[in-house]
């Protein structure tokens, strides 16, 4: 039903609108069965790279190149890959079963033999029993599990998800994060994911290539991201650390290695002086927020019994202190890009 997993390699790829580059010479490398998210804010260049990589964005310059073949100037159809659009774009007037059959319709596949495969495609995703439904009288995760399906039935070796998770409710969502996951691990296909969700990022992938302003800013598992980002941008966009600036360095250190200590307790290492401006109860932990002297605002994560034994209150002076050695020296961002970007979506 599926193809054989390819490599993906992207060398040097552009995308240039007008005076506007919204894919700046990105290479990168991702191996053949693995589950990559592209992650970034809107107008990072994510959603542009994806659609070039399926042949319906064309390239400014530079090169696809799937498995051993230069894809780079083929049409959609012969490059082995195969999309899921956000707005699943299926065919409202079709049944569940000639929507998923669609594409081996088009290639002059018999009736017979199409509607085989796309009964098979229907019961992988756990919907054969809606197959003569039409897609409006399907739920949003319905039809995100048919227009999976008819991505799958021209046998890929690449399957591109663009945010195919961002029109379900939160319930949802986490379900269907799981379903998706399940089904790469059952393929074995290789499958690139474009989302702005940190958290289904860091559940889904095995490589999450995180990128600000048209470049590729860190590229790595979930856990090397999360425990050793590279740069300001990446530390702040995956969230929960404290960006803290020290003798003329920058560095990161996680919310939860941040320890707590009131003025005139003994403070071993870097630390930073501030006042409790904010206090909030998360169930499994307690965030007290910190405006650190000089106008940095951080927070620190602590346990129930660590917040029950220190009891902070807001307007309290404290000191946040950390070790040396769980924090990460942090580049310069190669653009002033911020977290919260309100640009359009490229």
């Keep these: ?44 260049g994510k959603t542009s790279t994806l659609r070039m990589i399926a042949g ?15 894809v780079t100037d083929l049409p959609p159809a012969h490059r082995s ?32 033999e199409r509607h085989a495969e796309a009964k098979k495609l229907l019961e992988l995703v756990d919907m054969q029993a809606y197959a003569a439904r039409l897609p409006p009288q399907l739920s949003g995760g319905q039809q995100q599990r048919v227009a999976l399906a008819r991505a ?17 409710d939160p319930f949802l969502r986490l379900r269907m994060r799981t379903e998706l996951k399940r089904l790469q691990r059952e393929l074995g296909i290789s499958f690139i994911h474009v989302t702005h969700s940190q958290d289904e990022a860091m559940a889904l992938a095995d490589i999450v290539v995180l990128m600000n302003a048209g470049k590729i800013e860190q590229h790595a598992s979930p856990r090397e991201i999360f425990n050793h980002p590279k740069t300001e941008f990446t530390a702040k966009f ?79 002076r404290v000191i946040a202190t950390w070790d040396p050695s769980q924090a990460s020296l942090l580049k310069s961002s190669r653009s002033s890009v911020t977290v919260r970007s309100p640009e359009p979506a490229i």
Aim: include cysteine; proline fraction near 4%.
């Design 238 to 316: 995956i969230g929960g650390h404290a960006v803290i600036s020290v003798d003329g360095e920058t560095y990161a250190v996680r919310n939860d290695r941040l320890i707590l200590k009131r003025p005139g307790d003994a403070a071993n290492g870097p630390s930073i002086t501030g006042t409790v401006n904010e206090v909030e109860y998360q169930g499994t932990y307690v965030r007290v927020a910190i405006s650190a002297d000089g106008g940095t605002d951080i927070s620190a994560q602590l346990t129930e019994d660590q917040y029950d034994r220190a009891n902070y209150r807001i307007g309290e």
């Design 81 to 112: 890959t195969a999309m899921m659009f956000q707005s699943y774009a299926l065919f409202p007037h079709l049944s569940v079963l000639d929507n998923v059959a669609f594409a081996l319709k088009m290639r002059g596949v018999a009736k017979v």
């Design 56 to 70: 319906h964005e064309s390239v400014s310059s530079g090169d696809i190149i799937v498995g051993p073949r230069n």
């Design 152 to 168: 799958l039935i021209t046998s890929p070796q690449i399957l591109l998800l663009d945010e195919p998770l961002s029109a379900l």
């Design 1 to 44: 039903m599926t193809g054989k997993a390819a490599a993906l390699e992207l060398v040097q790829l552009s995308k240039v609108y007008g005076n506007v580059t919204a894919v700046d010479a990105v290479n990168l490398k991702i191996p053949a069965g693995s589950y990559c998210c592209l992650l970034g804010p809107s107008g990072c």
